[in-house]
């Protein structure tokens, strides 16, 4: 059988991260148990890559056989476990506080990503997509992002918005698990 696989898009600022936080728990274990998800792919820069990456670790210990994919864009390092201990540990040192670094098992990046420039992040999550059967958002309808002002157009639309059209238009299987929550405040 092949091994299903999920992503995790969502804004980057999120209200309520402990009641999110347990959802999350919960939809990560109902993937695992029910769907019979092993590889979780992974973005960044968000408080929702955060929560799900906490989650799946914390699962993982459950179900080993879980399957952490980081996909970076050009700028950003991820750390393989076997080296996150001992990085973590230099990194502390050096800076004179407590560093953690995010665990993973494997990294995706590829050229459409690197060439994506300003769009690299939309590259990247719609890669992400591609990649996977079940798409899990953090997306409320009507959230806009604040303006960059290093450019010199700016979409109406967050990334998040962007990528959650994207995977229905893909006709992926899509969990938005904002739908109970709040708005976010802008």
Excluded at 71 to 79: A, D, L
Excluded at 86 to 112: A, C, N, P, T, V
Aim: hydrophobic share 30%.
């Amino acid at each position: 059988m092949e091994r299903r696989t999920c992503c995790f898009i969502g804004h980057r600022k999120i209200r309520n991260q402990e009641e999110v936080q347990k959802k999350v728990e919960a939809i990560v274990r109902t993937l695992i148990v029910e769907k019979g998800v092993e590889e979780f792919h992974f973005g960044s820069r968000s408080q929702f890559d955060d929560l799900c990456h906490a989650a799946v670790t914390k699962l993982k210990a459950e179900y080993p056989n879980v399957v952490r994919i980081n996909y970076r864009c050009k700028s950003e390092y991820v750390v393989k476990e076997e080296e996150r201990e001992e990085m973590e540990k230099s990194w502390s040192q050096l800076l004179h506080r407590e560093i953690s670094l995010q665990g993973f098992e494997g990294e995706r990046i590829s050229d459409r990503v690197c060439n994506g420039g300003y769009a690299s992040y939309v590259e990247r999550n719609q890669e992400m997509i591609d990649d996977s059967d079940i798409c899990v958002f953090y997306y409320q309808e009507g959230y806009t992002p604040e303006p960059n002002p290093y450019r010199r157009y700016s979409s109406k639309k967050s990334g998040t918005e962007l990528a959650y059209e994207y995977a229905v238009r893909k006709k992926k299987t899509v969990v938005n698990i904002a739908e109970n929550f709040a708005p976010l405040e802008q």
